[in-house]
């Protein structure tokens, strides 16, 4: 079985190096396709550092897919440089890129607007952001999820009238919490295993919740 290593953030203790089956990548590109209806020849744009989790699965999400795929080095803005025609579908970013794609470049806008969905990660969404996402037309979603879980396993909606103040979860991922009322998750993703994460978790149901805070590691 083909197996990738990549460094883990520490989420979800110290950062170590991890194998990733290709079947658990390709698993987690698939429910990505699905959640934001990418088609084939869909334009997606890639901006994150690939050799980080994120950036990653953006390139198995395009191949898997048959998606078109546009790599960029990863700056604060992304389309600072790109063709002024280009057009995308897709992207993920970290949350300063999207603030600065707003502030400094507003004509850019209206781009964003046709694409599909716009998904945010690898920090926090400030109050100031999630201020300026209202104005966008296109849904915008904050993702949950580590290297450990492959990418994304739960979103949450950040604008328009699906907006939630937490996270939702595909019903095939099994979420729960334990002892310390911290999210553990089992899914394709996770080898079928049950990962302990270090989060701090309020269940809404059995496949949504709010995160409260991430406890600190010793």
């Given at each position: 079985m083909?197996?990738?290593?990549?460094?883990?953030?520490?989420?979800?203790?110290?950062?170590?190096w991890?194998?990733?089956?290709?079947?658990?990548?390709?698993?987690?590109?698939?429910?990505?396709?699905?959640?934001?209806?990418?088609?084939?020849e869909?334009?997606?744009?890639?901006?994150?550092?690939?050799?980080?989790?994120?950036g990653?699965?953006?390139?198995?999400?395009?191949?898997?897919?048959?998606?078109?795929?546009?790599?960029?080095?990863?700056?604060?803005?992304?389309?600072?440089?790109?063709?002024?025609?280009?057009e995308?579908?897709?992207?993920?970013?970290?949350?300063?890129?999207?603030?600065?794609?707003?502030?400094?470049?507003?004509?850019?806008?209206?781009?964003?607007?046709?694409?599909?969905?716009i998904?945010?990660?690898?920090?926090?969404?400030?109050k100031?952001?999630?201020?300026?996402?209202q104005?966008?037309?296109?849904?915008?979603?904050?993702?949950?999820?580590?290297?450990?879980?492959?990418?994304?396993?739960?979103?949450?909606?950040?604008?328009?009238?699906?907006?939630k103040?937490?996270?939702?979860?595909?019903?095939?991922?099994?979420?729960?919490?334990?002892?310390?009322?911290?999210?553990?998750?089992?899914?394709?993703?996770?080898?079928?295993?049950?990962?302990?994460?270090?989060?701090?978790?309020?269940?809404?149901?059995?496949?949504?919740?709010?995160?409260?805070?991430?406890?600190?590691?010793?």
């Amino acid at each position: 079985m083909q197996e990738f290593a990549i460094q883990t953030s520490g989420s979800t203790g110290t950062p170590k190096w991890l194998e990733l089956t290709r079947d658990r990548m390709e698993a987690s590109a698939k429910r990505t396709l699905r959640l934001f209806n990418l088609q084939p020849e869909d334009r997606v744009l890639v901006c994150l550092n690939t050799e980080y989790i994120a950036g990653m699965m953006m390139l198995v999400r395009g191949f898997v897919g048959e998606l078109h795929m546009t790599i960029v080095e990863p700056s604060g803005n992304p389309f600072a440089n790109l063709d002024p025609e280009a057009e995308f579908d897709f992207v993920a970013m970290v949350p300063l890129q999207l603030q600065t794609i707003l502030e400094q470049t507003p004509d850019k806008v209206e781009k964003l607007n046709r694409m599909k969905a716009i998904l945010l990660g690898g920090a926090p969404v400030s109050k100031q952001l999630e201020e300026k996402v209202q104005l966008l037309e296109v849904p915008v979603f904050q993702s949950y999820g580590m290297t450990e879980t492959v990418s994304h396993v739960a979103v949450r909606r950040l604008n328009g009238p699906e907006r939630k103040d937490y996270y939702t979860a595909p019903s095939e991922i099994i979420l729960d919490q334990d002892e310390r009322g911290c999210l553990t998750i089992s899914a394709d993703v996770t080898g079928n295993e049950i990962l302990v994460t270090n989060d701090r978790v309020e269940m809404v149901d059995a496949h949504s919740f709010k995160w409260l805070y991430a406890l600190t590691t010793p």
